[in-house]
């Protein structure tokens, strides 16, 4: 594993990484649209081989609710690896690009798990706790097919990016949802997440925040996912970028202390430097296999203890 964070990008991808870094919080969309843009040809030729993939399957009635499976033609009785993406919960799609989040699936079934790519409602037309109810649908459509596709159904994890680790927590954190994690999902990875609902001014997506949480903020409290992280005894990865979306890192390391402090050691937590918060997920199946590398020795070591 490759542990010089860009060290396989080539040089002017590295340069102008470098450049976006710092500022990247100055201009969210705009930096997000030339990382996807670095990333493009690196992963049009990233590897593919031997990896089938369904596309569409419903898991609920709405055009959303959908997801894509990636297999491995020779796994059978695979973990099964659902990815929720992120979008600042008013956007965003499991392909926001032909390549992107299409790699960190094609990642996964290269390595000999079942990848699902899930797509889910978005506000303000699904609000708190939409999310995490699509979520509950897709793992509930996991237990009934994975083997349908060569997966375990019994053996799922569970990785969601920004707003798609929102999703993933508060399924599996959040005791006051009408959602119950499944006994058949071992662990979470929460890459870059909003573990804490905000409405700041210097939250760029504030209004993002208000349009699926409410605009009542005196309930942000109850509806964080963050607030309930110390009471989940599920195997918990959480990995943020060095230049990160403002206050997310923050969150993720609040999130770190308060199930440390809980169960008295620390969880994984991946701190990736020189990267930003597209970055962390975008550079997945390139040459610089270090979050992946993180991920699959997180599942191995610490996930498959619950199987």
């Known amino acids: 594993m490759t542990l010089e964070a860009l060290a396989n990008l080539p040089e002017p991808a590295r340069r102008k990484l470098a450049e976006i870094g710092p500022v990247w919080g100055t201009d969210i969309q705009r930096h997000r649209d030339l990382v996807l843009e670095i990333y493009r040809p690196l992963l049009a030729v990233a590897p593919k081989a031997g990896v089938g993939v369904t596309r569409g399957v419903p898991y609920g009635p709405d055009p959303r609710q959908i997801l894509d499976v990636y297999r491995n033609g020779r796994a ?7 990815f929720v993406h992120g979008g600042a919960f008013v956007r965003g799609d499991k392909d926001v690009t032909d390549e ?36 509950a649908a897709a793992v509930a459509w996991a237990k009934r097919s994975a083997r349908d596709f060569g997966g375990n159904p019994d053996r799922l994890l569970l990785v969601g990016h920004s707003a798609g680790a929102t999703h993933v927590a508060g399924y599996a954190w959040d005791p006051t949802l009408p959602v119950r994690v499944d006994p058949a999902v071992k662990g979470l990875v929460l890459i870059s997440g909003r573990l804490r609902a905000d409405g700041r001014p210097d939250n760029p997506n504030a209004a993002g925040v208000r349009a699926y949480f409410g605009d009542d903020e005196s309930r942000y409290e109850v509806r964080s996912p963050v607030t309930y992280a110390a009471a989940s005894p599920l195997p918990v990865f959480l990995a943020i970028a060095e230049h990160e979306n403002p206050l997310l890192d923050v969150y993720g390391a609040e999130a770190l202390h308060r199930i440390a402090v809980a169960r008295g050691r620390a969880p994984r937590f ?4 020189r990267h930003n918060h597209i970055s962390i997920v975008a550079h997945v199946n390139t040459a610089e296999d270090i979050l992946g590398g993180e ?11 619950r199987s």
Do not use: K, Q, T
């Open 76 to 82: 059978a009785n695979a973990p099964v690896v659902l």
């Open 270 to 273: 991946l701190r990736l430097p």
């Open 100 to 135: 992107v989040y299409a790699n960190l699936c094609y990642y996964f079934a290269r390595h000999g798990y079942l990848g699902v790519n899930v797509e889910y409602r978005l506000a303000p037309e699904s609000r708190y706790p939409g999310g995490a109810e699509d979520l």
């Open 295 to 305: 991920m699959r020795d997180f599942f191995a070591s610490e996930c498959d203890r």
